[in-house]
Nanobody, 124 residues
Framework: VQLQASGGGLVQAGDSLRLSCAAS????????LAWFRQAPGKEREFVAA????????YYADSVKGRFTISRDNAKNTVDLQMNSLKPEDTAVYYC??????????????????WGQGTQVTVSS
């Protein structure tokens, strides 16, 4: 499975961005999918996850109420809608897939496949 993330960019605080991640190689409809991010000098951290059927979504406290994760199993994609962006959201954002479970978990070690990352920069 290859994951390709896109949609990052440079925005101002309060703006919105939508990240998208397209999977290829096989269907990921039975996989939990997630977004993580990594700021310079910091560890990769969980942002949001979604179960295989989309019925379960989970968010880091820092993004709850501002970010929305969604998936389209017909298109083999997972998106992250980011609203009310803050400078502290600046990071490289990675999409990830857990091939062993359709239940979404928050731990980075659960995920087997990773996209290449897309940079999000929020200026104040």
């Amino acid at each position: 499975v290859q994951l390709q993330a896109s949609g990052g960019g440079l925005v101002q605080a309060g703006d919105s961005l939508r990240l998208s991640c397209a999977a290829s190689g096989r269907t990921v409809s039975s996989y939990a999918l997630a977004w993580f991010r990594q700021a310079p000098g910091k560890e990769r951290e969980f942002v949001a996850a979604i179960s295989d059927n989309g019925g379960g979504t989970y968010y880091a406290d820092s993004v709850k109420g501002r970010f929305t994760i969604s998936r389209d199993n017909a298109k083999n994609t997972v998106d992250l809608q980011m609203n009310s962006l803050k400078p502290e959201d600046t990071a490289v954002y990675y999409c990830a897939a857990d091939r062993y479970s359709g239940t979404a978990f928050l731990g980075v070690l659960r995920y087997d496949y990773w996209g290449q990352g897309t940079q999000v920069t929020v200026s104040s």
